[in-house]
């Protein structure tokens, strides 16, 4: 104590530090400071914070939908419908549009329905026209085109600008009655109904059906039967002024080869578009046109009158007939992909007294 009874105070206790936790807890904060951590770890958490309150406000606050004036869908198509009915036409704008909104103009649109008919009509092939796209003009088959028109089942690729086809109804075979034809026969023949004939208003049959030679029929839904094809062979002499072959022949077109000769292949075979003109790889006459699924397709033989004969096979189209005289380099038809094949190509053979030869031997 002092004279004036005041404390004495300890030099202890001014010159006390504080407490050991307190400095450790400012070292740390210094540290993480000046490393950046504290830094980023606070930008992160303002970033969390600023996100969930983002969330939290698009969930809370719900705009009430009359704070802009739009009109429910309701009375929007309600509008729409009046004004439809009144003839007029919405204030504010054109081409359906409200005074304070914008909705989608009515596009007028007409549909034409497929008219039905029950007679066979012809249609004149125009330019551009195949067996596919006439088919689904008239909404029928591709088959029932071919099976109705001839010889075009044979070549359908073989249509030109101005032929004229019968185009049936609906899908099915056009039947010619001949001796012998009942309604029953016609049925099986074509794997259909009695009924399915007699019941079709086209064929304007009653009770009790009778048929007659010549009469036209509609087999809807038929289908016509295969027929084998057998090749046609020229058996007469050579006909007066063929042309005879000079043993040198010509490439029938031009193409890449995709298979050569071999002894397993006796032939070549010449990679082309399907439609590529084929020629004569030398003159001669026609003695073989023919057809075999499972093996040539379509196919010409030609005769060179020399001991050479040649074959095009896998053709789309034919143009000569058996007896025919061509002359090197004529188109005798269009290649294709019929027979036993696996692509558009043209297979080449030349024979030499009978014998497949190497084609690669005689070609120029």
């Given at each position: 104590m002092t004279a004036d009874g005041d404390p004495v105070s300890s030099s202890n206790e001014s010159d006390a530090s504080p407490p050991t936790a307190w400095i450790r807890l400012r070292m740390l904060w210094g540290q993480l400071w000046q490393t950046g951590l504290l830094s980023r770890f606070v930008l992160h958490g303002c970033f969390l914070a600023m996100l969930l309150a983002g969330i939290w406000l698009s969930r809370a606050v719900v705009l009430p939908q009359n704070v802009f004036h739009l009109p429910t869908i309701a009375?929007?198509?309600?509008?729409?419908?009046?004004?439809?009915?009144?003839?007029?036409?919405?204030?504010?704008?054109?081409?359906?549009?409200?005074?304070?909104?914008?909705?989608?103009?009515?596009?007028?649109?007409?549909?034409?329905?497929?008219?039905?008919?029950?007679?066979?009509?012809?249609?004149?092939?125009?330019?551009?026209?195949?067996?596919?796209?006439?088919?689904?003009?008239?909404?029928?088959?591709?088959?029932?085109?071919?099976?109705?028109?001839?010889?075009?089942?044979?070549?359908?690729?073989?249509?030109?600008?101005?032929?004229?086809?019968?185009?049936?109804?609906?899908?099915?075979?056009?039947?010619?009655?001949?001796?012998?034809?009942?309604?029953?026969s016609i049925a099986q023949k074509y794997k259909v109904r009695v009924e399915d004939i007699t019941s079709y208003e086209g064929n304007y049959l009653q009770e009790p059906y009778t048929i007659t030679v010549g009469q036209k029929l509609i087999v809807p839904g038929g289908r016509k039967p295969y027929q084998v094809r057998h090749v046609v062979a020229w058996s007469g002499p050579i006909p007066q002024g063929a042309k005879r072959g000079t043993g040198v022949f010509g490439w029938p077109v031009s193409g890449y080869i995709t298979q050569r000769y071999s002894e397993v292949h006796p032939a070549v075979d010449i990679g082309v578009p399907e439609g590529t003109p084929v020629k004569a790889a030398d003159s001669g006459y026609v003695a073989v046109v023919g057809r075999s699924d499972t093996g040539y397709g379509r196919y010409v033989l030609i005769d060179h009158g020399n001991g050479f004969q040649t074959v095009y096979a896998h053709l789309s189209v034919i143009y000569v007939e058996v007896g025919q005289s061509v002359g090197k380099g004529q188109t005798i038809g269009l290649s294709g992909n019929t027979g036993k094949s696996t692509g558009p190509h043209l297979h080449f053979e030349i024979k030499l007294n009978g014998v497949r030869r190497n084609p690669f031997i005689y070609l120029k």
């Open positions: 009375a929007q198509t309600a509008r729409q419908e009046e004004s439809v009915s009144l003839g007029t036409v919405s204030p504010g704008g054109t081409g359906g549009e409200e005074a304070d909104v914008l909705v989608c103009a009515v596009v007028p649109h007409t549909t034409i329905p497929r008219r039905y008919r029950i007679d066979p009509i012809t249609y004149t092939v125009e330019a551009g026209d195949n067996v596919s796209t006439i088919a689904e003009k008239f909404g029928v088959s591709v088959e029932t085109i071919l099976w109705a028109n001839g010889n075009l089942e044979d070549n359908p690729d073989y249509l030109q600008v101005g032929d004229i086809l019968i185009i049936l109804p609906v899908s099915g075979v056009y039947h010619t009655v001949a001796k012998g034809d009942t309604l029953e």
